[in-house]
C-alpha cells in the first residue's frame, strides 16, 4: 500500500437510505453462510451491534473487511459530525476507522462506510479508470432524476469517492434484498453501469457471483 495523507475525512450524509431499524429475519441466511474475516477494534459498541456489524461485513470480500482497523459506535454526534452527517471514515497514516451515530446503524451505511475504508486502503487519491468512466455523470443539476448517467443517486454526485461508495452500498443492499435501484434504470443501456460494475470488481469490492448478480439485475430492464 503507497504513502496516504495523513487525514482523510469522508462525510455520509442519510444518502438515501430510508430504513427501518436492523432486523435479522429474513436476512438472517445470507448472513450466517459467510464466515466473517474482520479482524477489527471496536469501540462504544455493545455485543448485539457489534453481531449485526460483523454480520453485515461477512458478505464482503475479506480483503474490503480487513481494510477496517477501527469501528466506533458514537452515542452522541460529536465535533466532528458537521452538518447532517451520521457517519464518516478516518484514515489516519493507514489506520482505517470508522465512525457511526448509534440510531442511524444500519447496515447500508456500514457496506457504504467500508467502501470508503477500503478505497483508501488501495491508496488511490484518485481512480483514473474510474473518472474516465465518469465523464459528464457526476454533479446534481436540479431536476435531474436517479439513476442517471451511471451514477445511482443525487449523494453520489457529488464526487467520484461518493459514487463509488453508493454503488457499493447498493450491490450490497441488492444482495441482501434490500432496496436497490438496479431493476429502475431508465437510461441502463449505457455503458457506464456495467464499466464502473467491472472496476469494482477489477479492484476486489466485489467477487465474481456478486458482479453476475448485479450485471442481471441490470439487464433486466425494459
Known amino acids: 500500500m503507497k504513502a496516504l495523507a495523513p487525514l482523510f475525512v469522508v462525510l455520509c450524509l442519510a444518502c438515501g437510505c430510508a430504513l427501518p431499524p436492523i432486523t435479522l429475519p429474513p436476512q438472517k441466511t445470507i448472513f ?6 474482520l479482524n477489527c477494534v471496536f469501540a462504544g459498541a455493545v455485543d448485539f451491534e457489534k453481531k449485526i456489524i460483523t454480520e453485515t461485513l461477512s458478505i464482503m470480500p475479506a480483503k474490503v473487511q480487513q481494510a477496517i482497523d477501527k469501528i466506533v459506535v458514537d452515542e452522541e454526534r460529536t465535533a466532528e ?4 452527517m451520521i457517519a464518516y471514515c478516518i484514515n489516519q497514516g493507514g ?11 444500519e447496515r447500508c451505511i456500514v ?13 488511490l487519491d484518485d481512480d483514473i479508470k474510474w473518472l474516465k468512466i465518469i465523464g459528464d455523470g457526476p454533479g446534481h443539476t436540479e431536476g435531474r432524476s436517479y439513476p442517471s448517467k451511471g451514477v445511482l443517486e443525487k449523494y ?12 457499493v452500498e447498493f450491490i450490497y443492499r441488492l444482495i441482501a434484498n434490500q ?8 437510461d441502463f443501456k449505457d455503458a457506464r ?25 441490470i439487464n433486466s430492464n425494459k
Request: proline residues 5%.
Open 95 to 105: 489506520w482505517m476507522e470508522i465512525h457511526i451515530w448509534r440510531p442511524r446503524l
Open 32 to 37: 450466517e453462510k459467510n464466515p466473517s474475516q
Open 179 to 186: 432496496s436497490h435501484p438496479f431493476r429502475n434504470i431508465p
Open 156 to 167: 453520489g454526485a457529488q464526487d467520484w469517492l461518493e459514487d463509488r461508495a453508493v454503488w
Open 81 to 84: 459530525y458537521t452538518g447532517n
Open 193 to 217: 453501469y456495467i464499466q464502473k460494475l467491472g472496476i469494482l470488481l477489477e479492484q476486489g469490492f466485489i467477487d465474481q457471483v456478486v458482479h453476475d448478480t448485479v450485471l442481471e439485475a
Open 111 to 123: 457496506w457504504h462506510e467500508a467502501a470508503h475504508a477500503y478505497d483508501y486502503h488501495l491508496g
